[in-house]
């Protein structure tokens, strides 16, 4: 590693191992054919996270190769999103459908606003300035999907693979805290550290929960994680939720 600080040489070197066993674990169980966009998030955080094994942090290449990368990195977390609404609302095409659609509005006009400050000049006048101007405007943008997907399911009684539940709970949190983090950069060259130090931690322990929950048993086996504090009100909350799904249907029709 190039002129990392020790604890993220430690992380760095630890994340690569789980990454590669974890695309490995994908691949064999043929996850990389239902979770497609996943899979490819997965490859590129792996590859992303060599450039620093092999290039030296200070010079342009390093620079160059990380900005590339981060910038398809950014639009994997969109696609991750749709995707991970796309497994979640399988049973509820009309729901399904209207949430593609928002995401794909909020995306665009994200996309907008951030060209829009770059045009203006707000952000540092780097490429590197630019690139994380462009990547919080996109992110926080997906926060509020990733939020709403994680709260639907705590309400409401949606039996999922356990795959998918794994997918969505290790992609929320992994998610979150990184967008916390990039807003936190913000504050000061000193928290750069420790916050690199904590996104990476978290990161891997994403990945180690994700190499353990993830397996071809997991696609079978399905599960109810919202509304378990009253399972009476199952039957009702579905009931709903079908009666909305099917009236978003017909509206979608006409």
């Given at each position: 590693?190039?002129?990392?600080?020790?604890?993220?040489?430690?992380?760095?070197?630890a994340e690569?191992?789980?990454?590669?066993?974890?695309?490995?674990?994908?691949?064999?169980?043929?996850?990389?054919?239902?979770?497609?966009?996943?899979?490819?998030?997965?490859v590129l955080?792996?590859?992303?996270?060599?450039?620093?094994?092999?290039?030296?942090?200070?010079?342009?290449?390093?620079?160059?190769?990380?900005?590339?990368?981060?910038?398809l990195l950014?639009?994997?977390?969109?696609?991750?999103?749709?995707?991970?609404?796309?497994?979640?609302?399988?049973?509820?095409?009309?729901?399904?459908?209207?949430?593609?659609?928002?995401?794909?509005?909020?995306?665009?006009?994200?996309?907008?606003?951030?060209?829009?400050?770059?045009?203006?000049?707000?952000?540092?006048?780097?490429?590197?300035?630019?690139?994380?101007?462009?990547?919080?405007?996109?992110?926080?943008?997906?926060?509020?999907?990733?939020?709403?997907?994680?709260?639907?399911?705590?309400?409401?009684?949606?039996?999922?693979?356990?795959?998918?539940?794994?997918?969505?709970?290790?992609?929320?949190?992994?998610?979150?805290?990184?967008?916390?983090?990039?807003?936190?950069?913000?504050?000061?060259?000193?928290?750069?550290?420790?916050?690199?130090?904590?996104?990476?931690?978290?990161?891997?322990?994403?990945?180690?929960?994700?190499?353990?929950?993830?397996?071809?048993?997991?696609?079978?086996?399905?599960?109810?994680?919202?509304?378990?504090?009253?399972?009476?009100?199952?039957?009702?909350?579905?009931?709903?939720?079908?009666?909305?799904?099917?009236?978003?249907?017909?509206?979608?029709?006409?």
């Amino acid at each position: 590693m190039h002129q990392l600080p020790i604890e993220q040489q430690t992380l760095l070197v630890a994340e690569i191992a789980v990454l590669a066993a974890l695309c490995l674990r994908m691949w064999l169980a043929g996850l990389h054919k239902v979770y497609v966009y996943f899979f490819g998030y997965l490859v590129l955080e792996f590859v992303q996270a060599l450039i620093p094994v092999f290039v030296p942090l200070e010079s342009r290449l390093y620079r160059d190769l990380y900005v590339a990368s981060q910038v398809l990195l950014t639009a994997f977390y969109a696609l991750v999103v749709l995707e991970l609404y796309s497994k979640v609302l399988r049973d509820l095409p009309g729901i399904a459908g209207v949430a593609r659609r928002y995401i794909k509005v909020t995306l665009l006009v994200a996309i907008m606003i951030a060209l829009l400050f770059l045009r203006l000049g707000k952000t540092q006048a780097t490429v590197t300035g630019y690139l994380l101007s462009f990547e919080r405007t996109v992110m926080a943008s997906l926060v509020v999907f990733v939020l709403f997907v994680s709260i639907f399911l705590v309400y409401y009684p949606v039996p999922l693979g356990r795959n998918v539940i794994a997918y969505l709970i290790g992609y929320s949190v992994y998610f979150l805290t990184k967008a916390m983090a990039s807003l936190m950069m913000n504050f000061g060259q000193p928290w750069i550290r420790p916050l690199s130090s904590a996104l990476m931690a978290v990161s891997l322990g994403c990945c180690i929960f994700w190499c353990t929950a993830l397996g071809r048993r997991g696609e079978s086996k399905r599960m109810v994680v919202g509304h378990q504090w009253n399972p009476a009100d199952e039957e009702k909350l579905m009931a709903q939720l079908d009666a909305i799904n099917a009236s978003l249907l017909r509206a979608g029709g006409k």
